[in-house]
């Protein structure tokens, strides 16, 4: 929805919306798929009963799609495999669900987890079906996947309020806006004194007053006096609310444990502009307005860090992968920002053991047969470890896997594509 996701295709914030269908509400969420927004995807699985594992029909699982859903399965949570672009000339469905298969017993998925049910879509012609010649000109047949195979989530209504907060969004008339799901009790709107907020067990509950209170409605919201356990609500009238914080009941606090976020991999220096060309293009070019920004970016993007320079005028700021960064520094240009940027650079970090640790990528390449040997020697050169390599059952294409020291993969994309003269999938 917003103007970066259209223009590259991904999805970077997480989305909500909600949907009755046959008298259930159902509340669906939208996470990125792409490893470097990993810090949305964690925050996301603790508001959901189970997830939709969407695939191609024709590149079957990806890496990032093991990081997703890695990390679903060891929440315990029940997915349901939606095997999508079935219309594809070359779509091999059985192969897709059986390599599908495989990735959810090497993740050590449990045998009920292991029993999922399998839906085929072509989302662009809004068809799905349970077979894969099948389809209905409808989505019905993911909806009564979500209600039949998911499970409806567990709740405790008279207990004491308890609410995580997993995301956070702004608006101009109501400012800073808690986004969480009920996990027990109930949420009262303009209930001044009874409700307080907390980090983990160790904090102290500050008072707060929720202003108004909204559930997702289609792909909407609609403001509701109250909601109860099981509900994703968004409320309003908390300026300082943080991601990972609790919203409980005063009298009887009962704070949830506050949310881990993988450590960030990459860092890279935002200072200001110093060049002659200073002030050319944006119109927010000091240090305090730099920094003001990025304090704000903290408050919702939770996988990021900030840490001020000796200098005064320059920050570094440390994320989850190039892309991550690259997309804050585009939004701050867009915004009229200047900013000086120095190279990306790997976090290196020292074990117990004293030995030195760096990041790891998994990289899979694939390339028409000709190109094969480019490939191989690019990555061997940028100290990459062959895992796994073949020929693809369709087409004249070669597949590299390879894992890839992080240091190796930044800037990788551009050799590569000209290496295989812009062939290679990766």
Not at 11 to 36: E, R, S
Not at 137 to 142: E, K, L, R, V, Y
Request: glycine letters at 8%; aromatic letters at 6%; one cysteine or more.
């Amino acid at each position: 929805s917003n103007d970066q996701e259209r223009e590259r295709g991904i999805t970077i914030l997480a989305k909500n919306a909600a949907i009755d269908y046959k008298g259930v509400k159902v509340n669906l969420v939208d996470t990125p798929g792409h490893a470097d927004f990993g810090g949305e995807v964690e925050r996301i699985l603790n508001m959901v009963d189970g997830v939709l594992l969407v695939v191609d029909s024709v590149e079957g699982p990806k890496p990032q799609t093991r990081f997703v859903l890695k990390k679903a399965l060891e929440l315990g949570l029940k997915a349901v495999l939606v095997v999508n672009k079935i219309d594809r000339p070359q779509a091999r469905p059985d192969y897709v669900v059986d390599k599908a298969f495989d990735l959810f017993v090497e993740l050590d998925a449990t045998d009920e987890q292991t029993d999922f049910d399998i839906v085929y879509a072509s989302a662009l012609n809004g068809q799905a079906g349970t077979e894969p010649d099948a389809l209905k000109d409808d989505m019905t047949a993911i909806l009564d996947a979500i209600v039949e195979s998911i499970p409806a989530p567990e709740v405790d209504a008279e207990a004491p309020a308890q609410l995580l907060v997993a995301n956070i969004d702004f608006d101009d008339f109501k400012g800073k806006l808690g986004i969480g799901r009920v996990k027990q009790g109930k949420l009262k709107a303009g209930d001044a004194g009874t409700f307080g907020a907390m980090k983990g067990p160790d904090d102290d509950c500050r008072a707060i007053k929720i202003n108004d209170l909204f559930v997702y409605d289609n792909l909407g919201r609609k403001a509701v006096d109250e909601a109860s356990a099981g509900e994703i609500v968004m409320f309003s009238g908390v300026s300082d609310i943080q991601i990972g914080e609790t919203v409980t009941e005063k009298a009887d606090p009962q704070p949830l444990p506050c949310l881990e976020v993988e450590e960030p991999t990459v860092s890279m220096s935002f200072a200001v502009n110093k060049s002659p060309l200073a002030g050319r293009e944006g119109d927010k070019l000091t240090s305090r307005v730099i920094r003001d920004r990025l304090m704000k970016e903290l408050d919702r993007n939770v996988a990021l860090q900030v840490e001020p320079q000796d200098s005064g005028d320059a920050f570094t700021v440390s994320g989850r992968g190039p892309l991550h960064l690259t997309v804050l520094i585009e939004t701050m240009r867009r915004e009229g920002f200047e900013l000086e940027i120095g190279p990306p650079e790997v976090i290196i970090k020292t074990g117990d053991d004293g030995k030195k640790q760096e990041p790891y990528d998994a990289v899979e390449v694939q390339v028409p047969d000709e190109y094969a040997s480019n490939v191989v020697d690019l990555l061997n050169r940028r100290k990459g470890e062959m895992q796994d390599m073949g020929k693809t059952d369709i087409g004249d294409y070669t597949y590299v896997k390879y894992l890839l020291p992080t240091r190796g993969s930044i800037g990788l994309r551009t050799n590569l594509l000209s290496a295989t003269r812009g062939t290679a999938v990766i």
